[in-house]
């Protein structure tokens, strides 16, 4: 393909929505995101502005992208906050020391192992990155991993006030976080919203282990469709409620506190079910095949071990666990986020139908 390149545009890649956060990982992990550029979203494809566009097709191999020439506008951020922290603290051992930063509303979330890191410098980055972003009042840091049937991890206060509560804001979509006491994870973010896109006016959606509620708000802000929310955690949907009074939704959602392997029983009642626990997720799958419509999709999120072809791995324990419970098609087995150096999340769709 020849590209004519015009003023003011800069070499990019076009990917749908599914994929944004795979390419993502790979550009950033390959070096050629262009980080002063803008990613670029028109709610159906992606735009990346990349530095290499003949590396690109290594990089890129086995997803559906096209190297295209777009506008890319300055992004005139400031530096990252491992680049900053790394500028600030340059004695530290930063090989040795794996960082993490999300911010969620008015508050930065760090993962800082506080076993490498000593608390006199986690209190000097939390300042740090206070005094570089002035819409950042709080700075915490995450302990350990997330903990317990109701989903929360230890944090620290780091810098600023201490406040666990915030409003976060995806595509439009308001959503009450309380760090304390209920899950969230913002890293999902494009997931929430490619999800939303598949939902088709007037289907019925179950979301279990719904935390604050992320995927019931993206999909009743985008269509009118009715979501029933589950969580153990009455925190998590004290959080979702607060957020459905807030936004403008064009569908319903029912938020209940309950345990989601127990709470349903009706056969065949959903269009699409979610099981957002990706310890677990592997382990509802046949209650939830039985509460799916004919026809129906089960999208599920699981950890996996970083080993050789995680997909075929993944794919063979579905098969054995609708064994003789269901039909299934296996839509979709995509490589989400990195968890740790050792383990990555693979994002599944299942196309459900009765044996």
């Not at 993490?100 to 760090?110: P, R, V, Y």
């Not at 201490?162 to 209920?182: F, M, N, P, Q, T």
């Not at 959602?253 to 592997?282: C, M, Q, W, Y």
């Not at 098609?329 to 995509?334: A, G, M, T, V």
């Amino acid at each position: 393909m020849k590209l004519i390149q015009k003023s003011g545009s800069f070499n990019g890649v076009k990917l749908p929505l599914i994929q944004a956060e795979e390419a993502r990982l790979r550009l950033i992990k390959a070096g050629i995101l262009l980080k002063s550029k803008k990613i670029f979203n028109n709610h159906e494809f992606v735009f990346f502005p990349i530095s290499d566009s003949v590396s690109a097709s290594d990089v890129l191999g086995g997803l559906e992208y096209q190297l295209v020439y777009h506008i890319f506008p300055e992004e005139f951020l400031k530096p990252s906050v491992l680049d900053l922290l790394k500028k600030e603290f340059p004695n530290e051992p930063w090989d040795n020391i794996s960082i993490k930063f999300d911010q969620i509303g008015e508050i930065g979330l760090l993962r800082l192992d506080d076993e490498i890191t000593s608390r006199e410098f986690r209190t000097s980055a939390g300042s740090a990155i206070i005094n570089a972003y002035p819409k950042i009042t709080t700075v915490m840091n995450k302990l350990d991993v997330t903990e317990g049937i109701e989903r929360i991890f230890p944090i620290e206060l780091l810098a600023g006030e201490e406040k666990y509560e915030s409003w976060h804001k995806e595509y439009g979509v308001l959503i009450k976080v309380d760090l304390r006491r209920a899950y969230f994870n913002p890293r999902l973010a494009e997931e929430h919203r490619r999800l939303a896109l598949e939902i088709s006016r007037g289907n019925r959606i179950l979301d279990l282990f719904t935390g604050v509620g992320p995927f019931a708000l993206h999909c009743a802000k985008a269509q009118n469709c009715e979501v029933i929310a589950v969580d153990i955690n009455p925190y998590a949907i004290k959080s979702l409620k607060a957020s459905i009074k807030r936004n403008k939704l064009k569908g319903s959602i029912i938020p209940l506190v309950g345990d989601a392997g127990e709470i349903f029983r009706t056969k065949r009642h959903f269009d699409r079910i979610i099981i957002n626990l990706p310890n677990l997720s592997i382990n509802y799958l046949e209650y939830t095949s039985k509460l799916i419509k004919d026809g129906g999709i089960i999208t599920f999120y699981q950890f996996m071990e970083k080993i050789e072809q995680p997909e075929q791995f993944l794919s063979t324990i579905i098969s054995k666990k609708l064994m003789n419970v269901c039909n299934h098609e296996i839509l979709n087995i995509r490589v989400g986020r990195e968890v740790s150096p050792s383990k990555i999340q693979l994002n599944v769709d299942l196309r459900i139908s009765s044996v």
